[in-house]
């Protein structure tokens, strides 16, 4: 007879190679200071970016077209809206 215990099924571990996307962005960003990127700026990178897919492109365009239209004397200090969006997708990538 076997003495053997069943092994209780956990969660696989990753083997080697790629690595997951939530671990190879939290890698790269790794020496990113979230409080320091500029969102507009990053939007308007995209949307010059020719070799970006169109649908990234055309995306960035449509959020800096909501940007441009918003009043500037509603918020001064920016489209905070828009900044803690990118800081809240850029954390959950961790």
Do not use: F, H, W, Y
């Given at each position: 007879?076997?003495?053997?215990?069943?092994?209780?099924?956990?969660?696989?571990?990753?083997?080697?190679?790629?690595?997951?996307?939530?671990?190879?962005?939290?890698?790269?960003?790794?020496?990113?200071?979230?409080?320091?990127?500029?969102?507009?700026?990053?939007?308007?990178?995209?949307?010059?970016?020719?070799?970006?897919?169109?649908?990234?492109?055309?995306?960035?365009?449509?959020?800096?077209?909501?940007?441009?239209?918003?009043?500037?004397?509603?918020?001064?200090?920016?489209?905070?809206?828009?900044?803690?969006?990118a800081v809240a997708m850029m954390r959950r990538?961790?």
């Amino acid at each position: 007879m076997v003495d053997d215990q069943p092994v209780t099924p956990g969660k696989p571990k990753r083997k080697g190679g790629r690595p997951s996307r939530a671990s190879a962005s939290a890698k790269a960003l790794l020496g990113v200071d979230l409080t320091a990127v500029d969102p507009v700026g990053i939007l308007r990178a995209i949307a010059a970016d020719l070799s970006a897919p169109a649908s990234a492109r055309v995306a960035a365009c449509k959020a800096l077209l909501d940007v441009q239209d918003q009043d500037p004397a509603e918020n001064s200090g920016g489209d905070t809206r828009i900044n803690a969006r990118a800081v809240a997708m850029m954390r959950r990538a961790n």
